[in-house]
C-alpha cells in the first residue's frame, strides 16, 4: 500500500469516517460522505488542479512561471538535442557537447544538473567539468532508462547549510520538517533522506515557521497551490531558496522518522479543508 494511502486510513479510523479501498492495490481510497464522496489516489489528493499539478511537475515551467516571485536558483532548460524530428522547433543545440558549452557560459562549476520531471533524487548530478556535465546529460537523454527525460535543466549550486519541506495547504504552513544529514553518509542520491542514516525531524520553532511562511508567501500570490510541499533551503551565508515544489508530497520519511501521529494530523487537516464531517469531532462539540 502506498505510504500516504496507508497513513489516510489511518486518520479516517481515528477521525470514524466511512472509506473503503476501490483496487487490488489498496491505493485508491474513496472517503464517503452523506451528499459526497472523495477520492485519493497514490500520493495525490483532491486539492490542486491539473493545471498546477502539471505545473509543478515541470521544473521548467514552474521556474518560468515564479522565479520573478521568489528567490529559486538560476535555472536552464535543454531539449535533447537528438530527438526526433518532430520536436526540432525545441531544440536549440544539435549536440551535448554544444549544451555543456552554453552551460559552462552561464554558470559557474560546480553546476546541478538534473531532469526536467521526477523527484526523489533521480537523475541529479552535481558536475564539476565539461566531461561531468556530458556524462549527466548523457544518462537524462538516455531513452533506455526508466528515468529518461527529454528535458535537462542546469541550475545554480547552493551551499546549503539547511533543508527544510514546508508542506502548505491553502497558504498556511502546517508541518515543517528538517531534511537532516548531520550523521548521514552520501551514497549516491544527492536528496538528503536518501543518504545512510538521512532524517526527517520536525521543526516546532515558531520563529522558523513564521520566516518560512513570510519567504513563502510571494509563490501563493504567483500561482493558486491549494496543497503542496515546499523543497526551501538555507545557504551558508543565512539566504534563503525555494529548491521546487511538490503539488502530491509524500509522507513516507517523516513518518518514518518522527511517527505516524504527526501525518494523521495532517490529514485531519485536509480533511477538514475538504469538509468531511468526522462523527467523531461531531460528537465531541454535541
Given at each position: ?23 487490488s ?15 485519493f ?5 483532491p ?14 515551467y ?8 521568489i ?20 531544440r536549440?543545440?544539435d549536440?551535448?557537447e ?6 559552462l557560459a ?6 546541478m ?29 538516455d ?12 541550475q ?8 527544510y ?6 497558504g ?38 513564521t ?23 538555507q ?52
Amino acid at each position: 500500500m502506498n505510504p500516504n494511502i496507508r497513513l489516510l486510513s489511518l486518520a479516517c479510523e481515528r477521525l470514524g469516517l466511512t472509506y473503503e479501498h476501490l483496487h487490488s492495490t489498496e491505493n485508491i481510497l474513496r472517503i464517503v460522505g452523506p451528499t459526497r464522496n472523495w477520492l485519493f489516489v497514490n500520493w495525490k489528493a483532491p486539492l490542486n488542479d491539473n493545471t498546477m499539478s502539471e505545473i509543478c511537475r515541470d521544473k521548467d515551467y514552474f521556474y518560468t512561471l515564479t522565479h520573478n516571485w521568489i528567490k529559486q536558483p538560476q535555472t536552464e532548460s535543454y531539449f535533447h538535442p537528438l530527438g526526433p524530428d518532430r520536436f526540432a522547433k525545441y531544440r536549440a543545440f544539435d549536440s551535448l557537447e554544444a549544451i555543456a558549452d552554453d552551460v559552462l557560459a552561464k554558470f559557474a562549476l560546480p553546476v546541478m544538473i538534473k531532469r526536467n520531471r521526477g523527484s526523489g533524487g533521480l537523475n541529479v548530478f552535481r558536475c564539476h567539468d565539461r566531461e561531468g556535465i556530458i556524462r549527466a546529460l548523457t544518462k537524462i537523454f538516455d531513452g533506455a532508462s526508466k528515468d529518461f527525460d527529454y528535458i535537462a535543466l542546469a541550475q545554480g549550486t547552493i551551499e546549503i547549510a539547511h533543508e527544510y519541506r514546508a508542506v502548505f495547504l491553502d497558504g498556511q504552513l502546517i508541518l515543517l520538517y528538517e531534511k537532516n544529514i548531520d550523521q548521514a553518509m552520501f551514497e549516491g542520491n544527492l536528496s538528503p533522506l536518501h543518504w545512510n542514516g538521512g532524517r526527517a525531524v520536525v521543526i516546532d520553532d515558531q520563529a522558523l515557521h513564521t520566516t518560512i511562511s513570510n519567504f513563502a508567501a510571494s509563490l501563493f500570490e504567483a500561482l493558486p497551490l491549494r496543497w503542496t510541499g515546499l523543497d526551501i533551503a538555507q545557504d551558508r551565508n543565512g539566504e534563503w531558496w525555494l529548491i521546487e515544489a511538490n503539488a502530491s508530497p509524500g509522507f513516507e520519511y517523516i513518518a518514518r522518522d518522527a511517527g505516524d501521529d504527526v501525518i494523521v494530523g495532517v490529514y485531519t487537516h485536509v480533511l477538514q479543508t475538504l469538509g468531511v464531517v468526522s462523527p467523531k469531532l461531531v460528537g465531541e462539540l454535541a
